[in-house]
């Protein structure tokens, strides 16, 4: 499910049925349906603070964030603004208005219609702890069709700063593919969408994440302290930002990258394997490294993709039938040393 959420000033002439005022804003062709995103809208954005706290499960972010805008027109404006989402609870819905909780109304439009910015459906998220692109393919779970938006309107007067809130909850995305042992969650919060302000706007960014969790950012953090990773003065432009989240329990061997693990094994049995056959003719020791061997292909199973468990399913009948024949011989032999013993 894909969690977004961008604040923009929207004004819509509707077939000029409905003109709002000062036409400073985005606006819908008679003969079209696509939405334009306007950049003389009058309004400036002066700068924009984000602060996300994640649950403990990593499953939802509560966010507050906090814009400072200035009319820099010469009269008084009343603009519809549209804040959208995805994955949000509507309960948690809240806009604040120089500290006033003002009304919204949700509205039913296609994010499609937006023509000149649009949803990037292969996001650039990056691994935690190392930081590596991910190839998304078919892996990522993040609903790009449902998309809420609420508007509220903006009244300021002329030359005068106002500080706009809105506050809310989504829910995570997440990340699975064979190659991780642990799925990653996400979040989304795009930021480019602001750019179409007035001014150079900059934000602060406050990620704050519960205990033993590694965050992964497409954009770098200049600070991370007390679990709070920390922006601070990133130009707003055609950047968004993208987030992965893992606890470091479901990291196996230290790792969460099952290529780089099966490395790490087939490393250590090649060592195990010279060692085996150096001491060959020391039996117990031959033993003890056979047993470390066994050990080492058993570490394979560990952790196995769904691929392998299909496969240990489907040759479930197979393996326990080899089981019980081992069993038997084993047990066959042990019989046959056991009476060759009484009768010497």
Do not use: C
Request: proline fraction near 3%.
């Amino acid at each position: 499910m894909r969690k977004n959420v961008f604040l923009i000033v929207l004004l819509l002439l509707l077939l000029a049925t409905n003109v709002f005022a000062n036409s400073a804003a985005p606006y819908q062709l008679p003969d079209q349906s696509a939405i334009y995103f306007n950049s003389d809208t009058g309004v400036m954005l002066y700068h924009e603070t984000i602060e996300m706290t994640l649950s403990d499960d990593l499953n939802r972010a509560d966010y507050r964030v906090a814009y400072e805008f200035k009319n820099t027109l010469n009269e008084k404006l009343e603009l519809p603004i549209w804040f959208i989402t995805n994955g949000y609870d509507e309960n948690s819905f809240n806009v604040l208005i120089d500290s006033k909780k003002i009304e919204t109304l949700k509205k039913d439009i296609d994010i499609n219609s937006i023509d000149n910015w649009s949803i990037d459906v292969r996001p650039n998220f990056v691994t935690p702890k190392n930081y590596e692109p991910i190839d998304m393919g078919m892996g990522y779970y993040h609903n790009y069709e449902q998309v809420n938006i609420e508007e509220f309107i903006l009244t300021i007067h002329p030359d005068e700063i106002t500080e706009v809130v809105v506050e809310y909850s989504a829910n995570s995305g997440y990340i699975r593919k064979d190659e991780y042992f642990a799925r990653l969650n996400t979040q989304i919060y795009y930021l480019s969408p602001a750019s179409f302000y007035e001014g150079s706007a900059k934000v602060d960014i406050d990620i704050i994440v519960p205990n033993n969790t590694l965050i992964g950012s497409n954009i770098p953090f200049d600070s991370a302290q007390d679990n709070i990773y920390r922006v601070s003065d990133y130009s707003i432009d055609s950047e968004d930002l993208y987030l992965t989240f893992l606890n470091k329990s479901d990291l196996f061997l230290g790792t969460n990258n099952r290529i780089q693990y099966y490395k790490y094994l087939a490393l250590a049995f090649i060592i195990l394997m010279a060692l085996t056959i150096y001491y060959r003719k020391k039996k117990r020791i031959k033993h003890l490294l056979i047993g470390l061997i066994v050990i080492n292909i058993l570490l394979i199973f560990a952790r196995p993709t769904y691929g392998t468990i299909f496969m240990l399913i489907f040759l479930s009948p197979l393996i326990i039938i080899a089981v019980i024949i081992l069993l038997i011989t084993i047990i066959y032999k042990h019989k046959k040393r056991t009476i060759k013993g009484d009768t010497l």
